[in-house]
């Protein structure tokens, strides 16, 4: 069994800043990618940044140069520095990883069940 529990979204006014947290825990053996992803109402769920185990990092146009993801390895945690935010990053945001439960097992995408970030103009 596998869990991802996110933390720190809530009610930002614009230019504010916040950060969230995502913790994996369970029977891991490995994890590749993390990440982080949203979906505003009627919209399609959208990647906002993305971090290889080795640190390598991908972040979506509408939040390069304002959002930052990291990730502490030994502690299967995944975080999103968001800053200067805008009322359109508004959304439920939703860690993503990419992992492995065992040596021989192929990975597989587990999800959190999302945090709200609201910015208010």
């Known amino acids: 069994q596998v869990q991802l529990v996110e933390s720190g979204g809530g009610l930002v006014q614009a230019g504010g800043s916040l950060r969230l947290s995502c913790a994996a825990s369970g029977s891991i053996f490995s994890i590749n990618t993390m990440g982080w992803y949203r979906q505003a109402p009627a919209n399609q769920r959208e990647l906002v940044a993305a971090i290889t185990r080795d640190g390598s990092t991908n972040h979506a146009d509408s939040v390069k140069g304002r959002f930052t993801i990291s990730r502490d390895n030994a502690k299967n945690t995944v975080y999103l520095q968001m800053n200067s935010l805008e009322p359109t990053d508004t959304a439920v945001y939703y860690c993503?990883?990419?992992?492995?439960?065992?040596?021989?097992?192929?990975?597989?995408?587990?999800w959190g069940q999302g945090t709200q970030v609201t910015v208010s103009a």
């Open positions: 993503n990883a990419v992992l492995t439960t065992a040596r021989w097992v192929l990975p597989m995408n587990y």
